[in-house]
């Protein structure tokens, strides 16, 4: 029988693969394209749901995030606070995130690898433990993993089909 630990490994490892279908191969310009002004890019969604896992995931472990602890922040060079992780970003704070693929799959393969290696600790009860009491219920960390992954597989599957998009379209 597979612990939770090793559903959640599958799930995070399920985004890794959405995420590199999504971004390998791909030229700077492509990865910034938006298809109207109001819309993200894919080097956007990708940044997004990257920062979103790494804030999390190191809130819950208690650990600095990957974003500023191996010096993401600085390779990436982007206009924003070290703190921003894209929620509520208007369509200029979109724009200014671009980035080449190389730089967002090893962000994203430094996030999901922290990631992994906090949630193979985990033992089926540590899920139940509470981690935000800002809501209610309050969030236990087997919700807010949960949260994360569809969270990321949305944005994933979305950067998806833009690429997708682009491909149809040029």
Do not use: C
Request: net charge negative; aromatic share 8%; hydrophobic share 45%.
């Amino acid at each position: 029988m597979a612990t939770s630990a090793d559903v959640l490994t599958d799930a995070y490892e399920r985004i890794k693969e959405v995420v590199h279908e999504a971004v390998d191969g791909l030229a700077d310009d492509a990865l910034a394209h938006r298809v109207d002004p109001g819309a993200n890019s894919i080097a956007w969604l990708i940044w997004h749901l990257t920062r979103v896992q790494d804030d999390h995931i190191a809130d819950v472990a208690g650990i600095e995030q990957v974003w500023t602890a191996q010096g993401w922040y600085d390779r990436f060079g982007l206009p924003l606070d070290k703190g921003a992780t894209g929620y509520g970003d208007r369509p200029a704070d979109v724009a200014v995130v671009q980035a080449s693929a190389e730089l967002l799959a090893g962000y994203y393969d430094a996030v999901h690898d922290q990631t992994l290696r906090f949630v193979r600790t985990l033992r089926d009860g540590d899920l139940d433990r509470v981690v935000d009491t800002r809501w209610d219920p309050p969030v236990t960390l087997g919700v807010r993993l949960v949260s994360v992954i569809s969270d990321d597989l949305q944005h994933a599957g979305q950067a998806a089909f833009l690429r997708g998009v682009l491909e149809r379209t040029a």
